[in-house]
């Protein structure tokens, strides 16, 4: 293997295109991390793939060994010979990475503010299709069909959001010859509409949940409505999907105020404000079953999708298969979801959701006609490429497997890493620029589908997804084993990000024991995500961490090419007596070196902490007494701030030493901002509207302003009763995180 990845690298020298092209994922996992060493860790093998090879094809090296699945490529299989991808981020380097194994060359488009994105570096062509805002471009069809025509491009695969699911779009297509790769305009009418796709659900004997079916007109018959089926109730967009447009509502106010909202995401994101009416089922599971068909009347089911972990109706971690399904319900939902997809002649990969109660009654809720943001986990445990199976329909080839064929091989998990911020609700969208990145391709049998690298801007202008984070195992503890070790060693900076919340939902009790529902989140945190608890010996072990982390510094400090400085005064440079702040408590902490090996005394017990201290490392791998720890010194200065990423989760400590502590008595402190007379923007965004003015008496509670971000509106309340002093923003602005936006008297 040594000798192939050197001559691969020779290869890649001279002729990058032919020789990266050539570089496969083998099956053998041990063979595969040993080409994760050589394209995204090897120095010299980076640096000299990365200089000769410029921009396309070496990040297309970067990324060659991100996947876990084992599907063939038949090169003498003619399919289309240009394919233009319309969307943006991770998915387009994703129909990317497929269409150069399948030989296809690739046309990229973008925003003006996406010119530099990794999916225009990666594309053998790309276009400029408009201005920044998506309705002026990834949701501009007439520029994009100028692009098609551009640049002859065969045929268009639309990814997930934006026009995937466009009837128009897809007819337009057609009517220019140009092939989608998806079903017909009939499937995607029929299951886009959700109105629409539950009559005919009813019509195919697919189990489906109590509801209005019509297009319910106003707030008004909203209310009626909800009183007729019995709160709660669930109202969304006729249109919708991702989890915009969808609010629950559990009586008339809320349903009123649910409508507003519903309908007001429903136009934003799809242009289309048509809302539904359904019953709500209170602690599901939510569970999804992946079809594949032909033109051939022929489909597949290729099992099922755990997706219960939610906030705010969007899934943050999947898992496949589900521990709750036996052989016999997947078989009834499989043999369903099929039903449903012949039913409306579907010819694509395409996805039914379902809604699982505690006693495995299922109830259809939607059928997505595009790829799934988590479709990798079901590549993981059955080996297809579902890109590429969707190009081979596209052209009109039979599919190549029965359902016998089918396996469920392993167990895989996709968390979705955001630029969030997990205190808030859940997750908020973050922006900024990455200043720092490092994928965790070093850890085995892990893929990362990314669309961004390091200096990639996350803007407010579009979804704040930063990679799909996949590990796969033999079993399901191994995979979650191996996603916990990814999420220590994901090096993600210039954002915040919601690696905390993850990490904690894997290794949560009753994730762990499969007790899950789509109130897991709110069950399990119902104060809100606060981070991780630590244990008493935890807290002994972040001590010792960051006490050590902290005399290394010091002894570097004092060194001066490689000697001892000269010092006016004698100090001992073997013991340390520290004073450490860490939340409310402060801690004394003696510290003792020898050689890399650091003696650690904590509230009396001692811990030896040995690592090769390398300050200028990202990630730090740290044993104590035994125990190995991947943590992450995130920040330090010279007053003894420090803040390091330990389990996860991100903690600020303050480490001084006896006689500093004692001096900082002294030290007057930074009075406290009184929240409760102001609101300020807990997001970066768009105000869509103001609801009071100076001089207005507002109550408790009562909405102030609507913030979007990232298409989802958010609704800011007055924290107490007062008199409107100030407004500071207007609708239309843009408003950043901490903004000021309206003052109390």
């Given at each position: 293997?040594?000798?192939?990845?050197r001559?691969?690298?020779?290869?890649?020298?001279?002729?990058?295109?032919?020789?990266?092209?050539?570089?496969?994922?083998?099956?053998?996992?041990s063979?595969?991390?040993?080409?994760?060493?050589?394209?995204?860790?090897?120095?010299?093998?980076?640096?000299?793939?990365?200089?000769?090879?410029?921009?396309?094809?070496?990040?297309?090296?970067?990324?060659?060994?991100?996947?876990?699945?084992?599907?063939?490529?038949?090169?003498?299989?003619?399919?289309?010979?240009?394919?233009?991808?319309?969307?943006?981020?991770?998915?387009a380097?994703?129909?990317?990475?497929?269409?150069?194994?399948?030989?296809?060359?690739?046309?990229?488009?973008?925003?003006?503010?996406?010119?530099t994105?990794?999916?225009?570096?990666?594309?053998?062509?790309?276009?400029?299709?408009?201005?920044?805002?998506?309705?002026?471009?990834?949701?501009?069809?007439?520029?994009?069909?100028?692009?098609?025509?551009?640049?002859?491009?065969?045929?268009?695969?639309?990814?997930?959001?934006?026009?995937?699911?466009?009837?128009?779009?897809?007819?337009?297509l057609?009517?220019?010859?140009?092939?989608?790769?998806?079903?017909?305009?009939?499937?995607?009418?029929?299951?886009?509409?959700?109105?629409?796709?539950?009559?005919?659900?009813?019509?195919?004997?697919?189990?489906?949940?109590?509801?209005?079916?019509?297009?319910?007109?106003?707030?008004?018959?909203?209310?009626?409505?909800?009183r007729?089926?019995?709160?709660?109730?669930?109202?969304?967009?006729?249109?919708?999907?991702?989890?915009?447009?969808?609010?629950?509502?559990?009586?008339?106010?809320?349903?009123r105020?649910?409508?507003?909202?519903?309908?007001?995401?429903?136009?934003?994101?799809?242009?289309?404000?048509?809302?539904?009416?359904?019953?709500?089922?209170?602690?599901?599971?939510?569970?999804?079953?992946?079809?594949?068909?032909?033109?051939?009347?022929?489909?597949l089911?290729?099992?099922?999708?755990?997706?219960?972990?939610?906030?705010?109706n969007?899934?943050?971690?999947?898992?496949?298969?589900s521990?709750?399904?036996?052989?016999?319900?997947?078989?009834?939902?499989?043999?369903?979801?099929v039903?449903?997809?012949?039913?409306?002649?579907?010819?694509?990969?395409?996805?039914?959701?379902?809604?699982?109660?505690?006693?495995?009654?299922?109830?259809?809720?939607?059928?997505?006609t595009?790829?799934?943001?988590?479709?990798?986990?079901?590549?993981?445990?059955?080996g297809?490429?579902?890109?590429?199976?969707?190009?081979?329909?596209?052209?009109?080839?039979?599919?190549?497997?029965?359902?016998?064929d089918?396996?469920?091989?392993?167990?895989?998990?996709?968390?979705?890493?955001?630029?969030?911020?997990?205190?808030?609700?859940?997750g908020?969208p973050?922006?900024?620029?990455?200043s720092?990145?490092?994928?965790?391709?070093?850890?085995?049998?892990?893929?990362?589908?990314?669309?961004?690298?390091e200096?990639?801007?996350?803007?407010?202008?579009?979804?704040?997804?930063?990679?799909?984070?996949?590990t796969?195992?033999?079993?399901?503890?191994?995979?979650l084993?191996?996603?916990?070790?990814?999420?220590?060693?994901?090096?993600?900076?210039?954002?915040t990000?919601?690696?905390?919340l993850?990490?904690?939902?894997?290794?949560?009790?009753?994730?762990?024991?499969?007790?899950?529902s789509?109130?897991?989140?709110?069950?399990?945190?119902?104060?809100?995500?606060?981070?991780?608890?630590?244990?008493?010996l935890e807290?002994?072990?972040?001590?010792?961490?960051?006490?050590?982390l902290?005399?290394?510094?010091?002894?570097?400090?004092?060194?001066?090419?490689?000697?001892?400085?000269?010092?006016?005064?004698k100090?001992?440079?073997?013991?340390?007596?520290?004073?450490?702040?860490?939340?409310?408590?402060?801690?004394?902490?003696?510290?003792?070196?020898?050689?890399?090996?650091?003696?650690?005394?904590?509230?009396?017990?001692?811990?030896?902490v040995?690592?090769?201290?390398n300050?200028?490392?990202?990630?730090?791998?740290?044993?104590?007494?035994?125990?190995?720890?991947?943590?992450?010194?995130?920040?330090?200065?010279?007053?003894?701030?420090?803040?390091?990423?330990?389990?996860?989760?991100?903690?600020?400590?303050?480490?001084?030493?006896?006689?500093?502590?004692?001096?900082?008595?002294?030290?007057?402190?930074?009075?406290?901002?009184?929240?409760?007379s102001?609101?300020?923007?807990?997001?970066?965004?768009?105000?869509?509207?103001?609801?009071?003015?100076?001089?207005?008496?507002?109550?408790?509670?009562?909405?102030?302003?609507?913030?979007?971000?990232?298409?989802?509106q958010?609704?800011l309340?007055?924290?107490?009763?007062g008199?409107v002093?100030?407004?500071?923003?207007?609708?239309?602005?843009?408003?950043?995180?901490?903004?000021?936006?309206?003052?109390?008297?």
């Amino acid at each position: 293997m040594a000798a192939s990845l050197r001559q691969v690298a020779v290869g890649a020298w001279r002729q990058p295109e032919r020789h990266l092209l050539a570089l496969q994922v083998p099956n053998d996992f041990s063979v595969w991390n040993e080409l994760v060493i050589f394209s995204s860790f090897g120095h010299w093998q980076k640096k000299l793939l990365l200089l000769k090879c410029a921009t396309r094809y070496s990040r297309w090296c970067l990324i060659t060994s991100r996947t876990l699945y084992t599907a063939e490529y038949d090169p003498n299989e003619k399919t289309f010979e240009k394919l233009l991808i319309a969307n943006r981020g991770e998915i387009a380097c994703r129909v990317i990475k497929t269409c150069k194994k399948m030989g296809i060359k690739t046309v990229a488009i973008h925003s003006d503010v996406d010119s530099t994105a990794v999916h225009v570096k990666m594309a053998d062509e790309a276009v400029c299709v408009g201005p920044a805002p998506t309705s002026k471009s990834y949701l501009n069809m007439d520029a994009i069909m100028e692009a098609i025509k551009k640049t002859r491009a065969q045929a268009v695969h639309p990814g997930y959001g934006f026009l995937s699911e466009n009837k128009e779009f897809a007819r337009r297509l057609a009517s220019e010859g140009v092939t989608f790769i998806g079903p017909d305009t009939h499937a995607i009418q029929a299951m886009g509409d959700k109105i629409e796709s539950k009559l005919l659900a009813k019509n195919a004997k697919v189990n489906t949940i109590p509801g209005f079916d019509g297009v319910v007109k106003d707030a008004d018959e909203a209310v009626r409505i909800a009183r007729e089926i019995g709160y709660p109730v669930m109202i969304k967009a006729s249109a919708g999907g991702g989890g915009k447009g969808m609010r629950i509502a559990w009586d008339d106010e809320e349903t009123r105020e649910g409508f507003r909202f519903s309908s007001q995401e429903a136009a934003s994101s799809f242009g289309d404000d048509r809302l539904l009416i359904e019953k709500f089922i209170d602690n599901p599971r939510h569970i999804e079953i992946q079809v594949l068909a032909d033109k051939h009347d022929n489909a597949l089911w290729l099992n099922e999708r755990e997706c219960s972990i939610q906030r705010r109706n969007q899934k943050v971690v999947e898992e496949a298969p589900s521990t709750f399904l036996d052989p016999d319900t997947r078989r009834a939902m499989g043999e369903q979801a099929v039903a449903l997809a012949k039913a409306v002649k579907y010819s694509s990969a395409g996805t039914v959701e379902f809604l699982v109660d505690t006693k495995k009654n299922f109830y259809f809720l939607e059928m997505n006609t595009r790829l799934q943001v988590e479709h990798p986990i079901t590549e993981c445990i059955t080996g297809l490429d579902l890109v590429q199976e969707m190009i081979r329909v596209a052209k009109g080839y039979p599919l190549r497997h029965k359902q016998a064929d089918i396996p469920i091989n392993g167990w895989a998990v996709e968390c979705r890493v955001y630029a969030e911020d997990p205190y808030k609700s859940f997750g908020l969208p973050s922006i900024g620029r990455l200043s720092q990145y490092q994928e965790p391709l070093h850890v085995s049998n892990v893929r990362v589908d990314s669309g961004i690298q390091e200096g990639s801007d996350i803007s407010i202008y579009y979804d704040p997804m930063i990679s799909k984070l996949i590990t796969y195992g033999s079993d399901r503890a191994e995979a979650l084993q191996r996603m916990e070790e990814a999420l220590d060693n994901y090096v993600i900076r210039g954002v915040t990000h919601n690696i905390a919340l993850l990490r904690e939902v894997i290794i949560h009790p009753r994730f762990v024991q499969g007790d899950i529902s789509t109130k897991f989140l709110p069950d399990v945190y119902p104060d809100g995500f606060k981070g991780h608890k630590l244990t008493d010996l935890e807290k002994r072990e972040l001590l010792a961490i960051a006490t050590s982390l902290y005399v290394a510094e010091q002894l570097r400090s004092q060194q001066f090419l490689g000697s001892p400085r000269i010092s006016l005064a004698k100090l001992d440079l073997n013991n340390w007596e520290l004073s450490v702040q860490l939340g409310d408590g402060t801690y004394s902490v003696t510290v003792s070196n020898n050689g890399s090996t650091f003696s650690v005394e904590v509230d009396g017990m001692k811990l030896n902490v040995t690592n090769e201290w390398n300050l200028a490392s990202p990630l730090s791998s740290v044993t104590i007494d035994g125990t190995h720890r991947t943590i992450q010194c995130l920040s330090r200065d010279a007053a003894g701030n420090i803040s390091i990423q330990f389990l996860g989760t991100v903690y600020k400590l303050r480490i001084l030493t006896k006689l500093a502590a004692e001096l900082s008595k002294y030290m007057p402190e930074k009075a406290v901002e009184d929240t409760t007379s102001i609101l300020r923007s807990p997001m970066p965004g768009a105000v869509v509207a103001v609801s009071v003015k100076p001089g207005d008496l507002v109550s408790e509670g009562q909405e102030i302003c609507v913030i979007e971000a990232m298409k989802m509106q958010n609704s800011l309340i007055a924290a107490k009763s007062g008199k409107v002093k100030a407004v500071h923003c207007k609708a239309g602005e843009t408003v950043g995180e901490g903004d000021l936006l309206v003052e109390l008297e």
